[in-house]
């Protein structure tokens, strides 16, 4: 995980190559399971098989990366810092995926994980200066470094919203699942940023 960035595989350590962390524990207990199903002769409903597979967090890792860096990077304010709140909430998910229930979906899931892992290193002291200058697709320019400088003044419950319906492409349902409110939570939230941003743009200083 931290120390191999963005390379498009989880951290592997010294599993077999393209395995997630703790695949091999996961499945001794399957093999487990299935031996004592058979042997009982009963047939048994495995709650936790309702759990995320390690290949379907490989695939979302693998696929969605880019979306789960820019808004990690946003919310932390860093973008090596937003790099490693990504392979620490994949790390959480892959642990934690039995525990999965499929109520929503996989993607908000982790997507949940991902943004309270950001939170938490957020509130992180810093080390080093902020690296920002690649985040959303500001490229540095003037104009865009006083869009996040606006954005950033915003109150948070606003920015995470903007980041995930902008950054991320999510939509407002799957937006509602990671923040834990209604789906027209999400719609009014996202309004008052909008109105909020536009007052901000017009008061700042030319």
Same mark, same amino acid.
Request: glycine share 8%.
């Given at each position: 995980m931290p120390g191999d960035r963005h390379d498009g595989a989880l951290d592997r350590g010294d599993r077999r190559a393209?395995?997630?962390p703790g695949r091999a524990a996961a499945d001794r207990s399957d093999r487990v399971l299935a031996a004592?199903?058979?042997?009982?002769?009963h047939t048994h409903i495995d709650v936790r098989r309702k759990g995320a597979?390690?290949?379907?967090?490989?695939?979302?890792?693998?696929?969605? =990366?880019g979306h789960f860096a820019r808004v990690a990077a946003a919310i932390c304010g860093d973008l090596d810092r937003g790099r490693d709140a990504v392979q620490a909430? =994949?790390?959480?998910?892959?642990?934690?995926?039995r *525990? =999965?229930?499929? *109520?929503?979906?996989?993607? $908000?899931?982790?997507?949940?994980i991902v943004v309270n892992e950001a939170r938490r290193i957020a509130r992180?002291?810093?080390?080093?200066p902020l690296e920002t200058a690649e985040l959303g697709s500001s490229n540095g320019r003037p104009e865009a470094t006083g869009l996040r400088e606006q954005i950033a003044a915003l109150p948070e419950r606003q920015r995470e919203t903007l =980041?995930?319906?902008?950054? $991320?492409?999510l939509d407002y349902r799957t937006i509602a699942q990671v923040l834990g409110v209604e789906v027209g939570t999400v719609s009014a939230t996202l309004n008052a940023?909008?109105?909020?941003?536009?007052?901000?743009?017009?008061?700042?200083?030319r």
């Open positions: 393209g395995d997630p004592k199903q058979q042997s009982t002769g597979t390690p290949a379907q967090l490989e695939t979302l890792y693998l696929e969605r =990366f909430g =994949f790390t959480a998910a892959v642990r934690d995926r *525990s =999965f229930r499929g *109520s929503g979906s996989l993607e $908000a899931w982790v997507w949940r992180e002291p810093l080390t080093e =980041f995930l319906r902008y950054y $991320a492409d940023a909008h109105r909020n941003l536009r007052r901000n743009i017009q008061e700042a200083p």
